[in-house]
């Protein structure tokens, strides 16, 4: 990965010249840095083939974990036919990586089952054990669909693996209840709930429009697959993706080529990014402005097209984010801004974020000390 470090190897030439020989060189951590130090177990998994095994859990009617709906319909679908309806997830992950990511799913030899009085994690638990060596994680289907006041679903990234990988080892796994894949939905059922948990299971954390709904567990972002993921649905119901991918995610999992890093006080900047989808932009597609070591505004353009069509145009949002020792998932991700056009500026912690024109895909923005 190539990036650009900006005017942190300013400040080090800098000091460098204090003193006489002096050892006075200091280059402040840049959480980019950190974040991508963190993140690296996670980059391979997510740059090249990732296999997911599909296994469907038969859930007795009666069934006492809550989480179910008391419904006696069931899900007829089997593996083979959930496989064929996923090809689309694909597609979204090979476009939001720009080819990096080959999520691949093959059906599970078996189905597994539980008894009425276990619960949904058995299901897991018990795909987990009959996976085969060559899957890196599982997805689990129950055929019963969820209370309608219960989570969708969930997943995560398992444990960090050096050699041995396998879903068996690490255990990691999405789960969701039955509801998207009920023949209702015919052979286009809505695929951002499962995209929004194989995030998990790129240790991906969840954000929000604002700290107090990320504290509150309120995902209600429409600009974040991993916030609310049923955005793109909620506009336009004939839409089945969840909508795009933050930045910083996107960074996360090794599929930005180049960003670009300062530091709050830095002065006056003029940069040109990019959209966040646009793989073949030469310009940055996520700007950061470091707080500290572990803190940075993120700054990236959602372009109104593709996953993200359902906005009404083009905008920069801005995000805070807060790494977090060990796991992406904890890792705090809130909006900050609103969406900002040409003309529009941000000011907070003295810093200005102004955005001078956009277009073309592009947005040129300057950053300077809030007047
Ligand atoms: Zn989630």
């Known amino acids: 990965m190539k990036r650009l470090a900006g005017p942190v190897v300013v400040l080090a030439l800098g000091l460098g010249l204090v003193g006489c020989g002096a050892e006075t060189t200091q280059v402040r951590p840049d959480p980019l840095e950190r974040l991508l130090a963190t993140s690296e177990s996670m980059i391979v998994r997510a740059n090249g083939p990732d296999t997911w095994e599909v296994v469907v859990c038969r859930v007795p009617r009666g069934a006492t974990d809550p989480l179910y709906a008391e419904f006696d319909d069931r899900m007829e679908r089997d593996a083979d036919e959930i496989v064929a309806l996923l090809r689309p997830v694909s597609d979204y992950y090979e476009r939001w990586s720009g080819g990096r990511y080959e999520l ?23 795909a987990l054990d009959r996976s085969s060596p060559t899957a890196d994680g599982v997805v689990v289907v129950a055929d019963a669909q969820h209370d309608r006041s219960a989570e969708g679903g969930r997943g995560g990234p398992g444990s960090p693996c050096v050699d041995d990988c396998s ?29 929004h948990e194989l995030g998990h299971g790129l240790d991906w954390p969840h954000s929000s429009l604002d700290a107090e709904s990320l504290d ?13 993921s049923a955005a793109a649905r909620e506009a336009d119901e004939t839409l089945r993706h969840g909508p795009g991918i933050l930045a910083v995610n996107l960074l996360a999992a090794g599929w930005l080529n180049r960003t670009e890093s300062w530091w709050l006080g830095d002065g006056t900047r003029v940069v040109e990014v990019g959209a966040r989808s646009d793989h073949a932009s030469s310009n940055p597609r996520l700007v ?84």
């Open 216 to 228: 509150g567990v309120v995902y209600d972002s429409p600009y974040d697959l991993m916030s609310n």
């Open 288 to 371: 950061s402005l470091s707080i500290d070591e572990s803190r940075f505004y993120s700054i990236e353009l959602v372009s109104a097209s593709g996953d993200d069509a359902f906005h009404e145009s083009d905008f920069v949002l801005i995000h805070r984010v807060e790494i977090t020792p060990g796991s992406g998932f904890d890792r705090r991700q809130f909006l900050v801004s609103d969406e900002l056009r040409a003309g529009d500026a941000w000011t907070q912690n003295g810093v200005a974020v102004r955005v001078l024109t956009m277009g073309d895909g592009r947005a040129r923005i300057e950053i300077s000390e809030a007047a």
């Open 167 to 195: 879903a068996k080892t690490t255990g990691r796994y999405v789960y969701v209840g039955a509801s998207d894949f009920m023949s209702v939905w015919g052979s286009e059922p809505p695929l951002d709930l499962i995209e």
């Open 104 to 126: 691949r799913f093959v059906p599970a030899a078996n189905e597994v089952s539980i008894l009425s009085t276990e619960s949904s994690q058995q299901c897991v638990d018990r």
